[in-house]
């Protein structure tokens, strides 16, 4: 931990910076937010933090360099800044000696709003933050408090590891956006009256969207008719088998035998030791643990696919190769895994035309990628992926990770039914790109528009891929609320959103943008990894070849336990509307699911049981009361996140169970229009 004992501003206030950055963070950031009325105190809590990395930082340099390389305008920008941090350090221990540390530092909040924080003094003050922080002096000694504290869960390299990675990131884009002056005098701290930027409402583009929707899907319900008129048709209809695979998370380095159980985010591996009893060993296919998969078990599931009566027409590959290591990767080694899957497909189903999408942890470091400049990932693996390209999808994919091109199967033509994949980066609440870019990322949202009008003149269809699900708690409320309103509007071209990264199989309503009707719904396979104890698992679906609807989705699953007994054999668990009951395949019949998720006990405990591929006995899923029940039913029913947790009664931004979500959803969250 580093420890500076030796800091003085103006010979008047000695600190330790290791005791004051700890009781600024723990009295304020963290006590503060604790509070009911969290949000309104956000911004000052920032402002904290703010002093504290001026104070470390100073502290830094000048014990290393005493300013030397810096001007004399910046030498007198830092001197001024550290008397003021002093004085506010000094006025906080006068009113906090009655030991009622957070009512003296919200009296010395008042202290700093009142004098001299103006801002004309703040936009004098944060370009000197810039070249405070950001520099190969004080980043490292950031990166070190910040991973020492992660330490105290985590092993510490594994903390440093990651942090470095993201250091490199997080530390330009706040300093070029969200401290810039601009951006923080005015918005954030809220000490400038005149703001350069205002919050782009999401009303103004839902009804925009929604202005010229067609008479006959005023109601909502043209998604369920078509369903309807299937289930009328009295003749034998033919249906197409389609392949939805995600989160294979291989892992070159598992090791049997090794202990399944560490005290690290990714355990089955040499580096953790042998298992410390049998029941702990990871198992030669798999452990129902924390670990992801050796090549024979992901290998086994390609096999099992090419030895299949009836292969599947096409797939659906929705992102996520590589291993959990996420302090240990690079942009090759990520490559490497995608390749290497890639390969998989390519040698055991050469014939079956493959859609693929990237996952957040194709990129590094993992959930990054700017929209503002060619992503090396992307680059390395559209060369990998463009024999299942066409032109100008390999163009646009390479250079922004989307794409939209006819889907074409094995045996089958598809006409006028259309990919589109989209990468879900632009909407990640970790991609600290969007820090930056604030207002639709890689312009994916306007790109998705115009090819939704195209095919409305041209009478297409679409199915849309990506990882991670729009409206869930990954994907931020802004993108998420307008991804919706496209959904509303283009209703009749949509045949079925399928998406990833949860590693469950899981569904979830798409509603319109009142939140009243089911127009559609969206799909999770589960994954092929065993992270999080799960068994291995994915869906082939039967699509109705006239319409293009789903009508079936079978699930099958690799039982890793019966795999390390000596019987490794994949086969189908069950097919979804026989397992629910349900009439048939539409949004409707759905949200009659959720209906009995709430009110029906077992339907719920089942449902859980069945997500992550039933990896124990039913009887550890036991979902009958009344709040599980209820909570289960608010997650399915409702497609934003926002929306669920107000109807399980909980607050939106939770800063006690989910801080990093709620941080960056206020952080990264609203679309921001320039005002000049």
Not at 240 to 246: A, D, E, M, Y
Not at 474 to 501: D, P, V
Not at 513 to 521: G, L, M, P, Y
Not at 655 to 673: K, Q, T, W
């Amino acid at each position: 931990m580093y420890h500076n004992e030796h800091y003085d501003v103006k010979n008047k206030c000695p600190v330790d910076l290791e005791l004051e950055i700890t009781l600024l963070l723990r009295d304020y950031i963290i006590v503060n937010l604790l509070r009911d009325h969290s949000l309104r105190h956000f911004r000052q809590s920032l402002w904290i933090l703010f002093i504290a990395l001026i104070a470390f930082s100073h502290a830094e340099l000048k014990g290393v360099q005493d300013l030397k390389f810096l001007t004399p305008l910046q030498q007198d920008y830092v001197g001024d800044i550290s008397e003021y941090v002093g004085n506010a350090i000094m006025r906080y221990r006068e009113v906090a000696k009655d030991g009622h540390s957070l009512f003296g530092f919200e009296r010395t909040l008042g202290f700093l709003w009142q004098n001299p924080l103006t801002c004309g003094v703040c936009h004098s003050t944060l370009p000197a933050l810039d070249f405070l922080i950001d520099n190969s002096i004080v980043t490292p000694g950031l990166e070190k408090i910040i991973a020492y504290f992660c330490g105290k869960s985590l092993a510490y390299e594994v903390c440093l590891g990651a942090i470095q990675e993201m250091g490199s990131i997080i530390v330009p884009e706040v300093m070029k956006f969200l401290i810039g002056p601009k951006y923080a005098c005015s918005r954030l701290v809220g000490v400038c009256k005149n703001p350069h930027f205002k919050t782009a409402d999401p009303q103004d583009y839902i009804d925009r969207v929604l202005s010229d929707k067609p008479d006959f899907i005023k109601d909502n319900d043209y998604v369920n008719a078509q369903y309807r008129k299937i289930a009328a048709d009295p003749n034998p209809r033919k249906t197409v088998k389609v392949l939805h695979l995600s989160d294979i998370h291989l892992d070159f380095e598992y090791k049997e035998g090794t202990n399944a159980h560490c005290d690290e985010p990714l355990c089955c591996r040499e580096r953790y030791g042998p298992a410390p009893t049998p029941e702990a060993a990871a198992g030669k296919y798999g452990a129902l643990a924390d670990c992801d998969i050796p090549v024979i078990t992901a290998e086994s599931a390609f096999k099992f696919l090419n030895n299949m009566d009836e292969k599947p027409d096409l797939i659906f590959w929705t992102g996520d190769s590589t291993p959990h290591d996420i302090w240990n990767q690079t942009v090759e080694r990520n490559a490497l895994y995608a390749t290497k899957i890639s390969e998989f497909l390519q040698v055991h189903l050469p014939d079956v035309p493959v859609f693929p999408t990237p996952g957040n942890h194709e990129f590094f470091p993992v959930n990054v990628m700017s929209y503002d400049e060619q992503d090396p990932f992307l680059k390395k693996i559209a060369s990998v992926w463009k024999h299942w390209l066409d032109e100008e999808s390999f163009e646009l994919f390479e250079k922004y990770g989307y794409y939209s091109m006819p889907m074409k199967g094995m045996n089958n033509s598809w006409e006028n039914v259309r990919v589109l994949s989209i990468n879900t980066e632009a909407c990640n609440g970790q991609n600290w790109y969007l820090i930056s870019q604030t207002n639709d990322p890689g312009n994916m949202l306007a790109w998705m528009e115009e090819e939704f009008k195209k095919m409305e003149k041209s009478g297409e269809k679409a199915f849309i891929i990506g990882h991670v699900q729009p409206g869930g708690g990954t994907c931020l409320n802004a993108w998420s609320e307008r991804y919706r309103a496209l959904m509303e509007r283009y209703q009749h071209l949509i045949l079925s959103n399928f998406f990833g990264h949860t590693h469950s199989e899981q569904i979830s309503l798409i509603t319109d943008t009142k939140n009243q009707s089911a127009i559609h719904v969206y799909h999770a396979p589960g994954s092929l990894t065993t992270y999080s104890s799960h068994n291995p698992q994915f869906r082939i679906l039967d699509i109705d070849y006239a319409t293009g609807y789903p009508v079936k989705a079978h699930k099958y699953f690799f039982n890793i336990t019966e795999a390390n007994l000596g019987n490794p054999e994949w086969k189908e668990q069950y097919e979804l509307t026989e397992e629910y009951e349900m009439k048939d395949f539409s949004p409707e019949s759905f949200y009659n699911l959720t209906l009995r998720f709430r009110d029906v006990p077992g339907v719920a405990s089942r449902y859980k049981w069945n997500v992550g591929g039933r990896p124990y006995p039913l009887s550890h899923y036991n979902c009958n009361s009344a709040g599980c029940m209820k909570g289960l039913y608010c997650t399915v029913r409702n497609f934003l996140n926002f929306e669920s947790k107000d109807c399980r009664g909980s607050k939106r931004y939770d800063f006690r169970n989910n801080l990093a979500d709620s941080v960056a959803e206020i952080a990264l969250n609203p679309f921001l229009e320039h005002v000049e």
